[in-house]
């Protein structure tokens, strides 16, 4: 394992990883009734005592108060081989953690920008007590909440990893313990100040990320960007790809506007569905086809589309492709920039909704101000324009 103290590795053994349980597949058991999975309410932190790869009972008797081993985890020590390359630099401390659940357990189907924002509003309440997080969460929304905390986040100056697992970690077979683990390591081990998700022994820049496969251990991808960390015998950090921590006081920015929502256009698109979706939204994601092309020869959707944008209506153009970004190289795409609609590089759909909602969300700005925005990278979530701080302001 190779820790880079100096390129933000904290040496410490006062602040703890907080971890937020709020549900998903890595918590759910088995139900007697009926077969299905449900998470379970105040058996996850029994459960991981249990599991000797996340937490050792011996250790935590000789670092914690009595007081300390009810509330903290411990991992086990490093092993002799990871020791033995660390020999010539300082041994990080032993990582404790801390799992606060959730009262209402959700399948990450059921989540939404109010979730974000209370996983958020407690990373803020309890910001200077840990060193950093881990958000235990389903898999189906998760990149969704990752990209939000990374935009909702500003100056955010230590490490917030989401995880989860496609198999419950009450099954033998569960990727769950692992991912727990590797992000536990990161947010206790690097100072890596920005929103990530770990996953199959990965780790993402949060809002680069999308699920891709639902029925894979190896469940998500980062297609234009590649991992910040690669966790497999050594552990290796791209540390110039790492946002830079930013200066200001850290604070949470929770005013996201729900006014958002995602167009995806197809052969034969009826104008009536285009206009009725447009007068209802603030923001829209454009799902195009290519490297950002629409049927320029439909002069009665690139009509509705102008008087939207005109209209003050923010639609940012995004590829219906995986991988890949937006360009103006046809003539189908440049039509819709003269309509006013923005590019969005290589966004995500998950980080363009999300970015949308933030910057909607957000009365201090003006309509040219989240136009200017939109084109460029705020907090790293797109490749045109890296920003020097993790920060929006």
Not at 14 to 19: A, D, M, Q, R, S
Not at 316 to 325: E, K, Y
Request: hydrophobic share 35%; net charge negative.
């Amino acid at each position: 394992m190779s820790f880079e103290a100096s390129q933000g590795h904290e040496q410490t053994s006062e602040k703890p990883v907080l971890v937020l349980y709020t549900g998903g597949t890595i918590g759910m058991e088995k139900s007697d009734k009926d077969g299905g999975y449900a998470p379970k309410p105040d058996s996850m932190v029994q459960k991981l005592r249990s599991l000797p790869m996340c937490h050792d009972e011996n250790i935590a008797k000789e670092i914690l108060t009595p007081e300390e081993q009810t509330e903290f985890l411990v991992l086990p020590e490093l092993s002799t081989q990871e020791s033995s390359r660390m020999a010539a630099k300082q041994k990080p401390p032993y990582i404790k953690y801390k799992v606060e659940q959730f009262e209402d357990l959700l399948d990450s189907s059921n989540m939404d920008h109010t979730n974000w924002c209370d996983i958020a509003r407690r990373i803020e309440t309890n910001y200077d007590k840990f060193i950093g997080f881990v958000v235990l969460q389903g898999t189906d929304t998760m990149a969704y909440t990752a990209s939000a905390l990374s935009f909702m986040c500003e100056n955010l100056g230590k490490p917030v990893v989401l995880t989860g697992a496609q198999v419950s970690i009450y099954e033998t077979r569960s990727d769950g313990q692992n991912n727990l683990i590797n992000s536990l390591i990161i947010a206790g081990s690097y100072g890596i100040p920005e929103v990530m998700l770990c996953f199959h022994g990965k780790v993402f820049r949060g809002n680069r990320t999308i699920k891709y496969d639902s029925s894979s251990f190896d469940a998500f991808i980062s297609p234009n960007m590649p991992p910040l960390v690669s966790m497999d015998i050594d552990i290796h950090v791209d540390w110039p790809a790492v946002l830079q921590s930013g200066k200001k006081k850290f604070c949470v920015h929770t005013n996201l506007s729900s006014k958002v929502g995602i167009l995806h256009l197809f052969p034969g698109i009826e104008k009536d569905t285009v206009k009725d979706f447009l007068l209802s939204m603030k923001g829209v994601v454009l799902l195009t086809f290519g490297s950002g092309n629409a049927p320029s020869n439909r002069a009665d959707l690139m009509t509705l589309i102008r008087e939207a944008t005109t209209s003050d209506v923010l639609i940012v153009n995004i590829t219906q492709c995986s991988r890949g970004n937006v360009s103006a190289a046809y003539a189908t795409g440049v039509a819709l920039k003269d309509a006013g609609v923005i590019p969005g590089g290589d966004m995500t759909l998950e980080a363009a909704l999300c970015k949308l909602s933030y910057l909607l969300g957000n009365d201090d700005l003006s309509s040219t101000e989240r136009k200017e925005m939109l084109t460029r990278a705020i907090c790293g979530e797109m490749t045109d324009s890296e920003p020097a701080a993790s920060t929006t302001n």
